[in-house]
C-alpha cells in the first residue's frame, strides 16, 4: 500500500483550518503532518485537532525530515518567497493561489520545481470539481451550439478593514483574490487562451487596493469573455456559456459546499433542462489529485499556472 503524503502545513490561514486540514484528514492519501507559526499556541491550536505538530517557525516545518510535501496558504505576497524555499528543502509544495504576483516568478518557480523532480501546483480547487468537467462535456457535444460567449463573476461583500486581502504589502487587492476565479474559468472552459481587449480596476474610498474589476477577453476565433470581481460587492459566485444555439449556468460555481448539489442548467430553442450532479468537496479533489502527482509523478496541468498569471498580469497591465 502506497503511504500517505506528509503534508506541513506554513501558517494557520482561515483557509488551512476551514477547508484543507479537514480535506488532508479525511483523506486516505494524505496525513496533515505538521503546522508552523511563528506563535507557538497558535500553532497548537491549529495543530491539535487534526493530530498534526506543532512547529514554531516556518524554516523549522521545511527542515524536517518527516514532510514529504509543504501546503502554502500565507498571504499572496508571501507564497514566492516560501515556496521556493519548500522547493529547496526539496519537498513538493501545493501553494494557494495566485502562486506569485508576477509571471517571470511563476515561470522561474515552475523552472525549479521541474529541476528537482518535485510537484508544483497552485491551489485552485474549483477546477477540480467534477461540474466543471460535465459542462466541457455538455459543450463539447454541441449542445449549446457554436460558442460565442462567456460570463463569469466572483463577488463578495465587505472584508474587515484589518483583514490582509486589504493590505497592498501583502498582495491583497481584488485582481490577486476573486478575480483569479473568473480568470481561470476562462481559462479553463475556453478552448483558446483569450488576449485582453479591455480592462478596469476601481478602489474603493479610503481603500489602498483594487476592491472591483472587470475585463473583456476576446479569443482568436472571436469567443468574448466578460468577467467581473469585487471584494465590496453583494455575493455572486456564477457563470454562463452562450453559444449560437442556447446557454449553459452554473451557479455556485467557483466555492460550492462540499454537501452542495451542483445544478448545471441548459436553456435551449424555448426548452429548460437541468443536470443535478452529486455533491463533491473540491477541497478533497484537490488534494487527491496533488497526492497522486506526488506519488506517481504525473502531474496534470502544468502551464496552468503560468498561464493564469499572464492572463492577471495582462489585465492588470491594461486596467484603466
Known sequence: MTPPVRIGVLGCADIARRRMLPAMAALPQTVPAAVASRDPEKARATAGPFGARPVSGYGELLARDDIDAVYVPLPAA???????????????????????????????????????????????????????????????????????????????????????????ELGGGALWDVGVYPVRAALHLLDEDPQVAGAA??????????????????????????????????????????????????????????????VIRLERGGAHEEFVLEPADQAVATLRAFAHAVRTGHHIDTDGPLRQALLLDAVRRQAV
Open 78 to 168: 508571501l507564497h514566492e518567497h516560501w515556496t521556493e524555499a519548500a522547493l529547496r528543502a526539496g519537498k513538493h509544495v501545493l501553494a494557494e493561489k495566485p502562486l506569485t504576483l508576477d509571471p517571470a516568478a511563476t515561470r522561474r518557480l515552475l523552472a525549479l520545481a521541474r529541476a528537482r523532480g518535485l510537484v508544483l501546483m497552485e491551489n485552485v480547487m474549483f477546477v477540480h470539481h467534477p461540474q466543471h468537467a460535465r459542462v466541457r462535456e455538455l459543450v463539447a457535444s454541441g449542445a449549446i451550439g457554436e460558442l460565442r460567449a462567456f460570463d463569469a463573476e466572483f463577488s463578495i461583500p465587505s472584508l474587515p478593514e484589518q483583514d490582509i486581502r486589504l493590505r497592498p
Open 201 to 262: 480596476l476601481v478602489r474603493a474610498p479610503g481603500d489602498e487596493v483594487a476592491t472591483g474589476g472587470a475585463a473583456l477577453l476576446r479569443t482568436g476565433s472571436g469567443v468574448l469573455a466578460r468577467l467581473a470581481f469585487g471584494m465590496r460587492h453583494a455575493y455572486r459566485n456564477t457563470y454562463a456559456l452562450c453559444g449560437s444555439e442556447g446557454r449553459i449556468t452554473v451557479d455556485r460555481a467557483f466555492t460550492p459546499p462540499a454537501d452542495h448539489r451542483p
